[in-house]
Nanobody
């Protein structure tokens, strides 16, 4: 089994920065595509950023130029650096990862989320 645990969320003022993390553990051979989603109050869950094993990134238009997704393969970690935060960035942020498990089988897993609130 594979577990994803997000951390680093909290309350930040508009214009501020925050870095959230996702730790993957369990029966992992490799982490493949890594993604961050978010779900704001009364909104549908949306894809914010993704990062392939080859290093290619893609971002939602609403966060382009402000957010950066990165990974540490040695630690099985994925990060989302968020700068110039706006109140509309307030959401629960979820980590989502495509994994090759130690037995060779693929799987896609979700974390439980971390709350980010942007408010003065």
């Amino acid at each position: 089994q594979v577990q994803l645990v997000e951390s680093g969320g909290g309350l930040v003022q508009p214009g501020g920065s925050l870095r959230i993390s996702c730790a993957a553990s369990g029966s992992i051979y490799s982490l493949n595509v890594m993604r961050w989603y978010r779900q704001g109050p009364g909104k549908q869950r949306e894809l914010v950023a993704n990062l392939t094993s080859g290093g290619s990134t893609a971002y939602a238009d609403s966060v382009k130029g402000r957010f950066t997704i990165s990974r540490d393969n040695a630690k099985n970690m994925v990060y989302l650096q968020m700068n110039s935060l706006k109140p509309e960035d307030t959401a629960v942020y979820y980590c989502n990862v495509d994994v090759t498990r130690a037995n060779g089988w693929p799987g896609t897993y979700w974390g439980r989320g971390t709350q980010v609130t942007v408010s003065s």
